[in-house]
């Protein structure tokens, strides 16, 4: 089926399959922005989708929003067409966002034009999980940028004059990675609107919400996101406006800031600059354990230092160079989908779904899928769904120095010590629903 879908235009599939399952649609209905009240559905193209298009062209975004509207539907195109169903998400996060609206699409603009793209305009985790546990301001809130910072006046780039706040420099196994000029890539995190309202109104965004939930005593009986949940996270690298004229031409930029510590882990100063996208992860909760797809830049083999270690399959490869020329004129031509996974097992002889397009962990027989820039230096034990599913949080504080607040998600006895293929046991610990971005919560004070 995905050969199938893969000699039809995008547009197309993700019509064919929206209508056959949205016979009884499952549309939730829209609310008006509130401080408590979470956003039951992704932000859509208010305007009614033009004709049905003929031939390879991209979706329109009347189109990919129909994803966003019916969760049914939704499911459906994730798992019969994975692949699809992953360039369709990342258009639909690189789609340029409304001047007004915080993660809101514009109608009136195209892939490739000028401005932030709609993942950007999202929360990043810096404005959620703020010191002392405190509650973050409301949706519509801009992010607040250092005085030193908005002094500054922002180099060109893509994105235009917003800053973006980088918040790590280190992947998940404790190691930074670097590109051709040795310096250390960056990365940061964006939620939806759904998932920040989640968060807020289940005051998810400290510790001691985050166990009362677990223990029986918070406002909702289990971390459970709803459907229209999502999230990114991106992976940056620093580039010159005078030296590095030909990268800037193939990389999507924004102005960026980060905060440069000294040997004891004190702040120093805030460092600015033009940064490239190397990596984008993006989540969605279409399906119960949630899609999980990832891009990358096509010269990171050349102008970081990572390099890949599962090739990329031949189907995944098939599609890309199809959306690629699709993409011509844009800086997001010059990005490919690495994977799509919605399986804990591989299984590339069985049903069309995410394990059948990626690469399988000979030992276990677990599904792979890895970012070079984000998961470096253990791509061939890398799980996205398997690590994701041990995200969780235990049911009082730590009384003890050997005491975890956290179920780790290294697995001993392996090399690389991670967990791949079903996830494992999570007692004594509860559940988060997947999202290891609750792991940035600070204590309440």
Known sequence: ?????????????????????????????????????????????????????????LPTLAEISKLEQDSEASAKVLGNAPLDFGWAMFLYTNWPAKADERGVPDPAKKPGDAGPVVWETWKNVAEV???????PPDWNTPPVVPPAVAAIT??????????????????????????????????????????????????????????????????????????????VKASWRWLDPEKDQAKIARYFTAPAYWAELDDDGNFVKWRTGLMGLTGLHIIS?????????????VDNGTWT????????????????????????????????????????????????????????????????LANTQIESAFQSRSSCITCHSIASIAKKLPENPEDLLRKSFVEVGVTPPYNVGESPDLAPFVSMDFAWSLRRAKSKQ
Not at 184 to 193: A, E, H, I, M, R
């Open 129 to 135: 999980f703020l010191e002392k546990g405190a509650e």
């Open 305 to 368: 230092k990572a390099k890949r270690t599962n090739p990329i399959p031949a189907k995944v490869q098939e599609v890309n160079s199809k959306m690629q020329k699709l993409l011509a004129g844009t800086k997001f031509a010059n990005y490919e989908l690495v994977g799509v996974q919605t399986s804990f097992m591989s299984n590339p002889s069985g049903p069309v779904d995410g394990t059948s397009v990626n690469n399988s962990d000979p030992g276990k027989g677990g599904s792979l």
């Open 1 to 57: 089926m995905i050969r199938l879908f893969a000699s039809l235009s995008l547009a197309t599939v993700i019509i064919a399959l929206v209508i056959s399952g949205c016979n009884q649609p499952n549309q939730k209905p829209s609310t008006s922005d509130s401080s408590k009240n979470p956003t039951p559905t992704k932000p859509t193209d208010p305007q009614p989708p033009g004709p049905k298009p003929k031939g390879d062209v």
């Open 285 to 297: 909760k279409d399906l119960p354990t949630w899609g999980w797809i990832t891009f990358e830049q």
């Open 154 to 231: 922002p180099p060109a780039s893509d994105s235009g004059p917003m800053w973006q706040r980088m918040t790590e420099s280190i992947q998940v196994d404790g190691f930074p990675t670097t590109d051709d000029s040795g310096e250390t890539v960056l990365y940061n995190v964006f939620q939806n609107k759904s998932v920040f309202d989640y968060i807020r109104t289940n005051e998810l965004y400290n510790v001691q919400g985050q166990i009362a939930v677990a223990a029986g005593s918070g406002p909702i009986p289990k971390i459970d996101f709803p459907w229209t949940a999502m999230e």
